[in-house]
T-cell receptor
Framework: DAKTTQPNSMESNEEEPVHLPCNHSTISGTDYIHWYRQLPSQGPEYVIHGLTSNVNNRMASLAIAEDRKSSTLILHRATLRDAAVYYCIRISSGSARQLTFGSGTQLTVLP | KAGVTQTPRYLIKTRGQQVTLSCSPISGHRSVSWYQQTPGQGLQFLFEYFSETQRNKGNFPGRFSGRQFSNSRSEMNVSTLELGDSALYLC???????????????FGPGTRLTVL
């Protein structure tokens, strides 16, 4: 059974980097990793996605392990507005898309 | 552009009833996906509609169904409600069909369904 696991919670100090891990040990070679975050009382919002190599955008960086069994979302300088639940999602690239959600990591940013 | 809107925002039903939720995507978006969020099961994918056709489907019973209209608005119907159907139902829209290679989804605020 495909599983995507994340720690329940993490804390970070403001202005410091945050590394949010995701384990997807049963990932297939063509599954992509997406990250979304959900702020309180809002729907999720897109953060970043990737397949094999590391990815960067204005919000974050995504580091994918060489064996693709894990990935890490990196927020370079956490702000109070980054406090949210972060979801790691596997999306298959077969003819029928399958989405496997992690349980989410609640990130607390301390001032 | 206006964001994704969902109506109603809150709904209370009793077991055995049916319910219809509505989702209006961002203008120009042709894909609408539906998700269920519960404290126990977390986020789960229900299905996706693109250009009025169901493109992808998650692992939910047939009591959960949906449709999409020519203006891309989508409805989700749940028949014979069970207590376990109490959840936040989220819809998300995107320009193209659900794709692992990109195609950012934009989520609405959700409809909170309570089944008594």
């Amino acid at each position: 059974d495909a599983k995507t696991t994340q720690p329940n919670s993490m804390e970070s100090n403001e202005e410091e980097p945050v590394h949010l891990p995701c384990n997807h040990s049963t990932i297939s070679g063509t599954d992509y990793i997406h990250w979304y975050r959900q702020l309180p009382s809002q729907g999720p919002e897109y953060v970043i996605h990737g397949l094999t190599s590391n990815v960067n955008n204005r919000m974050a960086s995504l580091a994918i392990a060489e064996d693709r069994k894990s990935s890490t979302l990196i927020l370079h300088r956490a702000t109070l507005r980054d406090a949210a639940v972060y979801y790691c999602i596997r999306i298959s690239s077969g003819s029928a898309r399958q989405l496997t959600f992690g349980s989410g990591t609640q990130l607390t940013v301390l001032p | 552009k206006a964001g994704v809107t969902q109506t109603p925002r809150y709904l209370i039903k009793t077991r055995g009833q049916q319910v219809t939720l509505s989702c209006s995507p961002i203008s120009g978006h042709r894909s609408v996906s539906w998700y269920q969020q519960t404290p126990g099961q977390g986020l789960q994918f229900l299905f996706e509609y693109f250009s009025e056709t169901q493109r992808n489907k998650g692992n939910f019973p047939g009591r959960f169904s949906g449709r999409q209209f020519s203006n891309s608005r989508s409805e989700m119907n749940v028949s014979t409600l069970e207590l376990g159907d109490s959840a936040l139902y989220l819809c998300a829209s995107s320009e193209r069909s659900l794709s692992p290679t990109g195609n950012e989804q934009f989520f609405g605020p959700g409809t909170r369904l309570t089944v008594l």
